[in-house]
């Protein structure tokens, strides 16, 4: 069974535009959520997504937004990038019951100069 | 909130040796543990976990107990490998939910030969 995978693994833009990470959850999997990892802040959760519904939100900006699509793969979008947005961006999917698993990707390297 | 602290590194150990790494967590009600482990460039995957009071999560020759009364969730093995020098996250999800994880700093393990 395939893994998560994300596209694109590296990403270099500039202050002020906008950037699309795209993530493919394993096969049957109907949850994503996705997590920003800094070496200051460490691993922090910004949202989860279920059937076309986000249904959890960490505590970042409106800047950072997400979707879900019918076959559950998801993208999330940051726009007006800031410097401070260089992270690893992390994908998990996961069966919907309590207590599963969550599956990583490798993640998308974005670079912000 | 929920928050998880974590034994800070780097730690550095020689082959063969105990390893503890301590983490110790602030929840309400009966969350879920989880110990998580990064390799260089990849992405997080699950070393163990355990999701009621006493539960004791193994793999690899890796353990950790849940304690409800001390709040904490120590990883341990026995006996380390070159293999096993990674990053190492503590992290919770809370009652009736497994997809919003709250992460510890992490803790740098190196192994030497």
């Known amino acids: 069974k395939a893994g998560v995978t994300q596209t694109p693994r590296y990403l270099i833009k500039t202050r002020g535009q906008q950037v699309t990470l795209s993530c493919s959850p394993i096969?049957?999997?109907?949850?994503v959520s996705w997590y920003q990892q800094t070496p200051g802040q460490g691993l922090q959760f910004l949202f989860e997504?279920?059937?076309?519904?986000?249904?959890n939100k960490g505590n970042f900006p409106g800047r950072f937004s997400g979707r879900q699509f019918s076959n559950s793969r998801s993208e999330m979008n940051v726009s007006t990038l800031e410097l401070g947005d260089s992270a690893l961006y992390l994908c998990?999917?996961?069966?919907?019951?309590?207590?599963?698993?969550?599956?990583f990707g490798p993640g998308t390297r974005l670079t912000v100069l | 909130g929920d928050s998880v602290t974590q034994m800070e590194g780097p730690v550095t150990l020689s082959e063969e040796a105990f390893l503890t790494i301590n983490c110790t967590y602030t929840?309400?009600?009966?969350?879920?543990l989880f110990w998580y482990v990064q390799y260089p460039g990849e992405g997080l995957q699950l070393l163990l976990k355990a999701t009621k009071a006493d539960d004791k999560g193994s793999n690899k020759g890796f353990e950790a107990t849940y304690r409800k009364e001390t709040t904490s969730f120590h990883l341990e093995k026995g006996s380390v490998q070159v293999s096993d020098s990674a990053v190492y996250f503590c992290a919770l999800s809370p009652s009736g939910s497994a997809r919003q994880l709250t992460f510890g700093s992490g803790t740098q393990l190196t192994v030497l030969p």
């Open positions: 998990a999917s996961s069966f919907d019951s309590s207590y599963n698993e969550q599956f």
């Open positions: 929840a309400t009600g009966y969350p879920s």
């Open positions: 997504y279920f059937s076309e519904t986000q249904r």
């Open positions: 096969s049957g999997h109907r949850s």
